[in-house]
């Protein structure tokens, strides 16, 4: 049975899900003039908008007003995402990231991730960049390495399994 003339208002509280948030490292222009490096951190973002640790947050580290390039993930341990790309050659520390599902590192660029990084469902590194992978990596998730980077794993690996499709990989913290 079809209803005719029926409004539906959708209310919304909170940060809408689903979207892809892009790092700038914008806090250096905030006087003192110090760069705060925090993930936390609304100038960071474009659009003062802080990522929500979820399932469906896409992270993009794209911008840089000068700061060094470090960011530290100071929002949730873990701090779920769908995916995060490098497009400027940022080294990301603090909290674990953690897929639970599927979803990508695309390296543009030479990022680096020093978090320990739970895969709890299959994620594809790709992209021409090289970069290291130092924090332990573990759950029952597939890392796929594509792309003609080379990714170095180097921190303790006990996660589901490893599939090289491109490029190389490099373990440097033990086996899996």
């Known amino acids: 049975m079809a209803c005719a003339g029926v409004a539906v208002q959708l209310v919304s509280s909170g940060t809408l899900l689903g979207a892809t948030y892009t790092f700038n490292g914008g806090s250096i222009i905030v006087p003192p003039n110090a760069y705060i490096p925090s993930w936390s951190w609304p100038f960071n973002w474009d659009g003062g908008s802080v990522p929500p640790s979820s ?3 896409d992270v993009v580290f794209g911008g840089s007003f000068g700061g060094p390039l470090v960011a530290i993930q100071d929002i949730a341990n873990p701090f779920n995402l769908h995916s995060i790309t490098f497009d400027i ?4 520390d603090g909290g674990a990231l ?5 979803g990508s590192i695309q390296n543009n660029s030479g990022g ?3 978090n320990p990084l739970v895969l709890n469902q299959t994620v594809t590194y790709g992209g021409a960049g090289s970069g290291l992978l130092a924090g332990a990596i573990s759950g029952a998730g597939t890392l796929i390495k594509s792309g003609s980077g080379t990714v170095t794993l180097g921190g303790t690996s006990s996660f589901g399994a490893l599939t090289v499709t491109g490029g190389n990989v ?3 913290g033990g086996s899996l």
């Open 89 to 92: 050659p940022y080294t990301i």
């Open 170 to 172: 490099i373990m440097n």
């Open 112 to 114: 680096n991730l020093v």
């Open 55 to 57: 399932n469906s947050s």
């Open 98 to 102: 953690r897929w639970d599902v599927a």
